[in-house]
Nanobody
């Protein structure tokens, strides 16, 4: 059974940095595109970032561009979301996801495997 285990969430202040991690139990991880999404109370789950299988193509939501970086270590079957200059609006539960395709996608319904979610709270 495929599992994605997330870690790294927490409570931070505006302007701080945080790195989320997600390790996948997928033997073929290196051939799959990965993504990060987030969900705030009362809102739909929204796209944050995606990275293709060979790390050559990355896409970001406009709201996080130039602040967040999606990273993957294929040997460790782990993906990361480096978040810098966090703001109050970044508060959400963050989910990692893996899709059965090598290409990037911004669509929630194109990802087949999901992490359990980790809470990120930005508060002064």
């Amino acid at each position: 059974q495929v599992q994605l285990v997330e870690s790294g969430g927490g409570l931070v202040q505006p302007g701080d940095s945080l790195r989320l991690s997600c390790t996948a139990s997928i033997p073929t991880f290196r051939f799959h595109a990965v993504g990060w999404f987030r969900q705030s109370p009362g809102k739909e789950r929204e796209f944050v970032a995606t990275l293709n299988w060979n790390k050559y193509t990355a896409e970001y939501a406009e709201s996080v561009k130039d602040r967040f970086t999606i990273i993957r270590d294929n040997d460790a079957k782990t993906m990361y979301l480096q978040m810098n200059r966090l703001s109050l609006e970044d508060t959400a539960v963050y989910y990692c996801a893996v899709r059965d395709s090598a290409s990037v996608s911004r669509a929630v319904n194109e990802y087949q495997y999901w992490g359990q979610g980790t809470q990120v709270t930005v508060s002064s």
